[in-house]
């Protein structure tokens, strides 16, 4: 290769010395814009994950909240895994050999209307059963257990359309707000814990939040 002598061309050697100047130069900036690129991409995911964490957090929690009025006996009491309902603070087993008929109100002449009578108020003295027009379980071909699941257990269940009978999340929301037994539940005896309009608030913060799973 030809040796170039720059001693005797001082206007290419200058412009040799300009150009590789300005290449490092642009060398540089390139290196400099890749940085805060690079900075900007893991900043803004970080960003990402840490409201979704904080979304889910909420979601379980709203849940864990609910949680406590699905498992009280005003709720849990007519979602038994067996046929017979639980009756009374102490859920215990229904007296007068109640189960749960093809319908979920009972079976031959031993029907829930026996006894839970049709008005919406309630009968005056004590030990007489609450009434309401629509009194039943859950029917045979769905049964909707409650009993002795978890929190993760129970919320993955109502995400499940087969065990609701619901085709969206809407759906399930409409019928915890507006379901005139479901209303019916925290008007007597021993209150769960949150009254109706801070289920319902929980139930659809649960859900609008993504309706996480709890952890357990």
């Known amino acids: 290769m030809k040796e170039i002598k720059f001693g005797r061309s001082p206007f290419l050697f ?5 150009i590789l100047t300005c290449f490092v130069q642009a060398k540089e900036l390139i290196h400099e814009d890749q940085i ?3 900075d900007a991409a893991r900043v803004k995911p970080m960003e990402q994950i840490s409201e979704a964490n904080l979304r889910a957090a909420e979601s379980k929690r709203a849940f864990l909240d609910a949680y406590t009025v699905f498992m009280h006996p005003r709720c849990m009491n ?10 009374g603070d102490d859920s215990h087993l229904h007296s007068q050999g109640v ?27 004590a ?3 609450p009434s309401h027009p629509n009194w039943h379980l859950p029917p045979a071909n769905r049964k909707m257990v409650f009993e002795g699941k978890s929190p993760r257990e129970l919320a993955a269940s109502f995400k499940d359309s ?13 019928h915890v707000e507006k379901d005139p037994l479901v209303q019916h539940s925290f ?7 949150l ?20 952890d357990k």
Request: glycine fraction near 10%.
């Open 14 to 18: 200058a412009t040799i010395v300009v």
């Open 36 to 38: 805060d690129d690079l």
């Open 78 to 87: 007519c979602h038994p895994k067996g046929d017979t309902p639980f009756q």
């Open 127 to 129: 030990h007489l059963p």
């Open 195 to 214: 009254s109706h309009d801070v289920f319902v608030a929980r139930v659809k913060e649960w859900i609008n939040k993504g309706a996480v799973l709890p």
């Open 99 to 125: 189960t749960r008929g093809v319908d979920g109100k009972g079976v031959y002449a031993n029907k829930c209307s026996n006894c839970h009578q049709p008005q919406t108020t309630e009968l005056e003295g």
């Open 162 to 174: 087969s065990f609701t009978g619901f085709a969206t999340m809407e759906r399930f929301i409409d």
């Open 187 to 193: 008007t007597y005896g021993n209150r769960p814990p």
